[in-house]
Each structure stands twice: as structure tokens, then as C-alpha cells.
């Protein structure tokens, strides 16, 4: 994407069919040697970063927002994870967390933010920041619509969003930390059924201390026992009609988005980078959030179940070839079908016409 570099670009798509149309017009040429990596980092140092932010959040508004009405009526499709994974920097280039070493010496970091869409697998949202960052500052950035249900941990207290949210019928959930002054306004009634799922607790509360200009509250606590883990839990949301029992499995839906930043690092190279400046890194961990999401939606349109690591690994192998990709997955045995003849070798387009 050569054309990145540009910092005024009028339209992302035009950009994109501007990029398409150099490649089938220069397809035939072929280079003699690959780019350096200092002739790549220079390049990065100067490129514009909202470019491929743009891309990313673009590409998921065409291929996962455009949802059937009958899957909005889902819960489970309306259900959002908030978190954010810290990406260790051998070079302290960006602000890393934690304290420093012996030497005086700290890493570097970075932080990826996240709203995962729970039903896609797929983030709705992200932002990149410093490692040492505090995770409170992307909670303005999250626009989600009426009926949503977000989940977060503890590290996401913050009063004023959360009435924010209740004001523009946000369902969310999270973890009581513990500290927290409130006052029980009453108990609810617990069901013998809700109490055999493990549900012990359910009151209304006004949250707040009343010296603290902080926003006051109004919310529900749930507390749930695990049998297995033999512990208890305290839940608080703003939902007062779900079963206590169902805002305890939202926030268990929660692991979702562990299980996709594990999923992140493993098939992405984001320990090793281009470029030794803020602006490489930035745009190399776009690609990869780029990258994922392209992978997903193949993993999402192909017929044949393959796991995600080994469609990347096929892609990856066949990343020079002109191959039909959707026809080599669903039916990997008749491989010599699926390569493109010489006179198609044209790129693909990205965004669909």
C-alpha cells in the first residue's frame, strides 16, 4: 500500500481502487529484490496511521455490521466485551507499564483497546495507546446502540460513563471490586430456581459517597457462587430485568476475548518490528488487526470447518500464488482447480462493488 504515505487522502475506498488498478496495470513486473528493512522503516516513519485505522474499522462496517434482522434479535449478537492487551517493546520507544529494573532501564509497551463483537469474534472496535496508559481513557471512545450489552472488568470503574451509558440504554456489566461505598435500597426476590444456579444475592444499590462530587448511581449487585471454584462473585449492572443468573453468564462470556488475544499473538509477528519508531509500530500492529480480520472472514465463508491457525498458515504459504482460495479450502483435494490461469491474474478488490 504504497499510497498510504499520503496524509490528506479525500475517500479510503478511492485510495484502495487507485492501489488495485496500479497492481493490475504493473502485475507483469517483477522485482529483482526484496525491500530492506531500514528502506521499510523509513518508509513507516512517515506514512499517516489513521490510514490504516480507517481501513481496518471500514473493512469490518462492510463485511460484519450489514447483520440479518433476524440475527439482531439475538442476545447473543448484541452482546460487546471491552479489555485490552499490553504488547511488551524490547526498546522503551513507547511508554511501557510497570516499574523499571535495577539499571534504571524500563521496556517499552503498547496497549491494544478492544470492544469485541461476542457473536462474531471479530473487534468492533480497537485503539492503540502506550503500554502505560490507563484502560479508562478508551471508555469515551465506545459508541455502541440501544439494546447492546457491554462487558468489562474492574479496571473500568468510572461513574460518570457508566450513568452515560444507562442514559443511552447501554445494558453493562462488570466485577464488584470491593471498595466501593453503596447504600441498598432492596432486596430482591430470588427464585428457588435462581438459587440452584448458584444465585445468592440480588439487590438494588445507589452507589456514590455523598462528600464525592463523583456521579451517584443507581445499579443492581449480584452475587454468585461457584460450586466448582468454591468462591463467590459480585456482579454490577444497570440491567434490572435479565435473570440474575443470565448477568453472571454475560460476564462469563467475558473469557471470549482472552481466548482472542491469545488467538492475536499467536499467528501475528508483534514481538519483532520494522521500524524502530512509534510510527512503524503503530502501523505494523494495524496490519495485523487488518490481517485477522481478513482471515476470520475467510474462516467465516468457507464451508469446510478449518481452524484459524491453520487457514493463516495456508494463506500465508500460498501468499504469492494466484489461487482461488475459497475453492482450495473447500475442497483441498482438488488443488489444481483452484489455481487462477494466467491470463485472470488480476488483484482481487477489497472492498466489494
Not at 490510514?51 to 460487546?80: A, G, V
Not at 453493562?172 to 435500597?185: A, F, M, N, Q, S
Not at 438494588?204 to 449480584?222: C, D, E, F, H, W
Not at 456482579?235 to 488467538?263: D, V
Request: proline share 3%.
Amino acid at each position: 500500500m504504497l499510497y498510504a504515505c499520503f496524509h490528506n487522502y479525500t475517500s479510503l475506498r478511492e485510495v484502495i481502487t487507485g492501489l488495485e488498478a496500479s497492481y493490475n496495470k504493473f502485475s507483469h513486473l517483477k522485482m529483482q529484490t526484496i525491500p530492506r528493512r531500514s528502506t521499510l522503516a523509513d518508509a513507516n516513519a512517515g506514512r499517516e496511521v489513521r490510514f490504516f485505522e480507517d481501513l481496518y474499522h471500514e473493512l469490518y462496517s462492510i463485511y460484519y455490521r450489514s447483520l440479518p434482522d433476524s440475527r439482531k434479535k439475538k442476545k447473543e449478537s448484541r452482546l460487546f466485551i471491552m479489555d485490552s492487551t499490553t504488547i511488551t517493546l524490547f526498546s522503551d520507544i513507547m511508554k511501557g507499564s510497570g516499574s523499571y529494573k535495577a539499571d534504571g532501564r524500563k521496556k517499552g509497551g503498547v496497549k491494544a483497546h478492544v470492544v469485541l463483537n461476542a457473536s462474531d469474534d471479530v473487534p468492533q472496535l480497537v485503539y492503540i495507546t502506550p503500554g502505560s496508559s490507563n484502560d479508562r481513557v478508551f471508555m469515551k471512545h465506545v459508541q455502541l446502540s440501544r439494546g447492546d450489552i457491554l462487558v468489562f472488568d474492574k479496571g473500568y470503574r468510572n461513574y460518570t460513563q457508566w450513568h452515560q451509558w444507562t442514559v443511552q440504554g447501554i445494558n453493562w456489566t462488570t466485577r464488584l471490586i470491593g471498595d466501593e461505598v453503596y447504600k441498598v435500597l432492596n432486596d430482591k426476590v430470588i427464585s428457588a430456581e435462581e438459587q440452584q444456579r448458584g444465585v445468592c444475592q440480588d439487590q438494588v444499590i445507589y452507589m456514590g459517597r455523598a462528600s464525592n462530587p463523583t456521579q451517584k448511581i443507581k445499579v443492581r449487585l449480584v452475587g454468585y457462587y461457584v460450586a466448582d471454584e468454591k468462591k463467590m462473585y459480585y456482579f454490577l449492572t444497570n440491567n434490572f430485568r435479565f435473570k440474575a443468573s443470565t448477568i453472571a453468564s454475560f460476564y462469563e462470556s467475558r473469557w471470549q476475548i482472552e481466548t482472542f488475544f491469545k488467538r492475536f499473538k499467536q499467528t501475528n509477528p508483534v514481538k519483532y518490528y520494522l521500524g524502530d519508531n512509534e510510527n512503524a509500530i503503530r502501523i505494523q500492529l494495524w496490519c495485523s488487526f487488518i490481517k485477522d480480520l481478513l482471515i476470520k472472514l475467510v474462516k467465516d465463508q468457507v464451508l469446510r470447518k478449518w481452524s484459524f491457525s491453520n487457514i493463516s498458515s495456508m494463506i500465508r504459504h500460498h501468499l504469492m500464488n494466484y489461487l482461488d482460495l475459497f475453492a482450495f479450502l473447500n475442497h483441498p483435494d482438488k488443488i489444481k482447480n483452484a489455481f487462477y490461469p494466467k491470463e485472470n491474474q488480476v488483484q482481487l478488490p477489497l472492498f466489494p462493488t
